[in-house]
């Protein structure tokens, strides 16, 4: 009933959003960083204390039932509530805030309670809560319909979110949690949890994924690149580090080595980089042959060459300049500083439309404001990309310069063949290639390719995003489903910007199965998943061919931080009221 009503909502959103247009505010001015403390190394007496401490309460953990689980993550949720406005601010301290204000790191907190509080239904359902709809495709492989649910159907009307099951699989949930109610139990360990260097949202999702997925107790060294998440990730999970479940630690690489090394520690968890997990499996520089230095299990979600594939079609300008909007958006979020970034483009180079799509492209860069670069770095990333290719082009607005603090311009290259691309380097900045793909403008014939060319030529398997229009979809449907099934990748989104695939988080997140530690790709795991599935081969996540307002994602909203609160608010616990202020807030955008 809930994704009836949200569906059927569109020309009803769409005619008070545009009467609302004339008094819509202005975008926000950006507001350049202005730094961080530097939080002090914890000295390894106070890690082999904290590890101590874990080991002491590995087995309790273990033990602890669902429903004490579900009370713990519930309290989490609301922990996070009133932590999130003083973490959001230092983290624009840190990054800046561009065209929406806020609103981008307050959707990172939104991501957070969303997972802890889906979490906490997971394990009051024993481990096993109830999809939206089970099918099997033609040739047997199972598909759970998992997204949206309930109330947020309404939220996310025209969305749908399933999770594939590895062929030959079954569609089982919560293994361990089946385990368990039969009677046997596990040991328990103690995980390191190597934090990303990005998002705070990582760093929790990996947490949650450790202790409900894995059923380990935690010790999260943080990245020293966002460490000031540190003190705020561990008021936002304070009911875990009370009860000795969790513990927190600071430091670079000396510290971690420690961690790695350390008898105490069971297992490791990173996201991060290739080079990252290579050092810890392998050892720094050493040949990945014979076996493995680390003897301990090392689960990981990594980097990915993400490509956007656009099928051509017959499309207004509307459409043109929407989609443009959806690649920028996943070209620019975090200043490019995202495992799920946009990297390659992908158009048919016959595409009768071709030429405007980039235009409106180019369009939509120009428009977007230029952001400060903060990963370490990154200016010898951008002069990569440059010395690589001839004729890049600079776009963006605003350039600014403050504090010591310079914002960059995004960077774009059309017009490549398969052959001059770069698909081996994660960019990891705001830099986007162009490749043309010759399709003869025609779906059946462009598809299969640029899904052989994203599978078997660019580096990763975590997520990428495909564009095609509904009438491409009705008159192409075979060539469709099949490069849908054919994409190597654990997300899979269908006009959808790839951040919508994480931050989705009943989706799963990681890299497509099948990679080994000699060739790790994106990685060997799945994180988020709260519905629990064992088995997932991939998501797929199907958007609107185009919102009928602003989408939440574009740099465009113009009251995206409050519109971001209220859902935040609604996720922490779904409800009509905050789901019509959510509603009224997205109005304005």
């Not at 390894?44 to 401490?53: R, Y």
């Not at 230092?90 to 981008?104: D, F, N, W």
């Not at 047997?140 to 996310?156: M, N, R, S, T």
């Not at 900045?429 to 060319?453: R, T, Y």
């Amino acid at each position: 009933m809930y994704r009836t009503l949200g569906g059927s909502s569109g020309p009803a959103l769409w005619l008070f959003s545009s009467l609302l247009s004339p008094f819509k505010s202005a975008r926000k001015q950006a507001i350049l960083p202005t730094g961080s403390t530097p939080v002090p190394a914890t000295s390894k007496v106070n890690i082999d204390a904290a590890l101590q401490q874990l080991t002491d309460k590995k087995q309790q953990w273990v033990m602890q039932p669902c429903a004490r689980r579900a009370e713990l993550l519930r309290a989490c949720v609301q922990q996070a509530l009133l932590i999130k406005d003083e973490a959001v601010d230092e983290t624009v301290r840190v990054k800046g805030a561009y065209s929406t204000g806020k609103a981008e790191e307050m959707m990172i907190y939104m991501v957070i309670i969303t997972e802890m509080r889906e979490l906490a239904e997971a394990m009051e359902a024993e481990g096993a809560p109830q999809p939206h709809a089970l099918y099997q495709r033609p040739n047997g492989q199972w598909v759970a319909d998992v997204f949206p649910l309930g109330l947020e159907g309404i939220l996310y009307g025209g969305f749908k979110g399933e999770l594939w099951m590895q062929p030959g699989k079954e569609p089982t949930q919560g293994a361990i949690y089946r385990t368990k109610a039969k009677g046997l139990k596990s040991h328990g360990g103690v995980s390191l949890v190597l934090g990303a260097g990005n998002q705070a949202s990582v760093v929790a999702g990996d947490i949650l994924f450790k202790l409900i997925h894995e059923d380990e107790v935690v010790i999260v060294k943080t990245n020293p690149v966002n460490e000031y998440v540190g003190k705020h990730l561990e008021k936002a999970f304070k009911p875990f580090v009370d009860a000795g479940y969790l513990a927190f630690v600071y430091g670079g690489g000396e510290e971690g080595k420690h961690l790695c090394n350390h008898p105490a520690v069971h297992s490791i968890h990173l996201t991060g980089s290739e080079a990252t997990y290579d050092a810890i499996v392998w050892g720094p520089g050493k040949p990945k042959t014979g076996q493995p230095q680390q003897s301990r299990e090392v689960t990981a979600e990594l980097g990915c060459i993400t490509p956007y594939i656009v099928c051509p079609g017959h499309w207004s300008l509307a459409d043109l300049e929407y989609h443009a909007g959806t690649v920028v958006a996943g070209m620019t979020h975090n200043a490019g500083h995202n495992c799920l970034k946009a990297e390659v483009l992908l158009l048919d180079k016959d595409w009768p439309q071709r030429e405007a799509f980039l235009t409106a492209l180019r369009k939509a860069l120009d428009e977007e404001q230029q952001r400060v670069a903060y990963y370490p770095n990154s200016d010898s990333k951008f002069q990569r990309f440059k010395k690589a290719f001839q004729g890049v082009e600079e776009r963006g607005a605003q350039p600014m310069q403050t504090n010591g603090f310079k914002t960059a311009p995004w960077l774009l290259k059309t017009g490549l063949t398969p052959q001059e691309a770069d698909v081996t380097h994660e960019n990891w900045v705001g830099v986007l290639q162009q490749i043309d793909i010759s399709g003869g403008g025609n779906p059946e014939s462009f598809l299969p390719k640029a899904v052989s060319f994203a599978n078997d030529k660019c580096w990763g398997t975590l997520s990428c995003a495909l564009i095609v229009d509904l009438v491409t979809q009705k008159t192409n449907a075979t060539a469709v489903d099949t490069a849908i099934a054919d994409l190597r990748y654990g997300s899979v989104n269908v006009n959808l910007p790839t951040i919508l695939g994480y931050a989705v988080t009943k989706m799963a997140w990681g890299g497509f199965p099948g990679s080994t530690p000699q060739d790790i790709q994106s990685g060997n795991c799945f994180a988020h998943n709260t519905l629990l599935y064992d088995n997932i081969q991939k998501g797929v996540l199907y958007g609107p061919w185009r919102m009928p307002i602003t989408p939440f994602w574009s740099s465009h909203h113009k009251n995206a931080f409050n519109m971001i609160q209220a859902v935040t608010n609604f996720v922490a616990k779904p409800n009509m009221a905050d789901l019509n202020k959510a509603a009224v807030a997205a109005l304005w955008g």
